[in-house]
């Protein structure tokens, strides 16, 4: 990936409603162009990610998936 990842967030083993606050936050303190990247394994999480971030504009600019882990890198768009 060429651009630089400025934020990363673990959501293995955190409690769904306190990771989205701080998903949330984050993108709203990033400046666009950015990217957070999001490491999880609960597919209900990670389809409630992209529920929480439906108000900005964003690009999902790689997904991989090892084993029982997935991980969203997520660009920032104007």
Do not use: W
């Amino acid at each position: 990936m060429e651009t630089e990842i400025k934020h990363k967030f673990d959501l293995r083993e955190a409690i769904a409603p306190f990771a989205f606050l701080k998903v949330t936050q984050a993108f709203r303190d990033m400046k666009p162009g950015d990217i957070l990247q999001l490491t999880g394994d609960d597919p209900k999480t990670r389809s409630e990610i992209f529920k929480v971030l439906h108000t900005v504009h964003y690009t999902v600019v790689d997904t991989q998936e090892e084993g029982n882990y997935y991980c969203i890198s997520i660009k920032k768009e104007n």
